[in-house]
């Protein structure tokens, strides 16, 4: 058993609030709709006569599915990044903070190194195109969120 420590001033709040349960829910529906998209309604670009998917009110959103699902999971991160949730406290603000500025890296990066031909190859790459850029520059954004948190 540790000894509490007089001299520690961090705060700790709660592992589970609503608020960190409503980023989650936002995470994972902002995953579940570019997921769903992209399985399910998009048509086939490889096919001449490609049909789209049902629901037909996705269908029409084409291109807009993505900003859709990359909002809202940029949303439930941004949400996330509250003292009342782990990742908005603590060492959970580092955590949030690099490794948001590391995915939109990664992601900028792995855009440009595919570009040359085989991004075709990867899924939701492939219909994001130039707007990968957008990904990766709002994944650097929201972990600006997470810096104006740390203390």
Do not use: K, Q
């Given at each position: 058993m540790k000894d509490i420590d007089p001299f520690d001033d961090r705060v700790r709040g709660p592992v589970l609030s609503v608020?960190?349960?409503?980023?989650?829910?936002?995470?994972?529906?902002?995953?579940?709709?570019?997921?769903?998209?992209?399985?399910?309604?998009?048509?086939?670009?490889?096919?001449?006569?490609?049909?789209a998917g049902s629901p037909a009110?996705?269908?029409d959103l084409v291109r807009w599915?993505?900003?859709?699902g990359f909002g809202l999971f940029f949303l439930?991160?941004?949400?996330?990044?509250?003292?009342?949730?782990?990742?908005?406290?603590?060492?959970?603000v580092v955590v949030g903070m690099l490794g948001c500025f590391v995915l939109g890296l990664l992601?900028?990066?792995t855009f440009y190194v595919l570009a040359d031909g085989t991004l075709n190859d990867v899924p939701i790459m492939n219909d994001l195109q130039q707007s990968n850029l957008f990904v990766g520059i709002a994944f650097m954004a929201v972990g600006f969120t997470y810096a104006t948190r740390w203390e």
């Open positions: 608020r960190f349960g409503i980023a989650l829910l936002l995470i994972a529906l902002g995953i579940a709709w570019i997921v769903y998209y992209y399985v399910a309604v998009r048509p086939d670009p490889t096919v001449l006569d490609a049909t009110f996705m269908a599915n993505y900003v859709i439930g991160l941004a949400v996330a990044a509250h003292p009342s949730t782990p990742l908005g406290r603590g060492r959970g992601w900028i990066c």
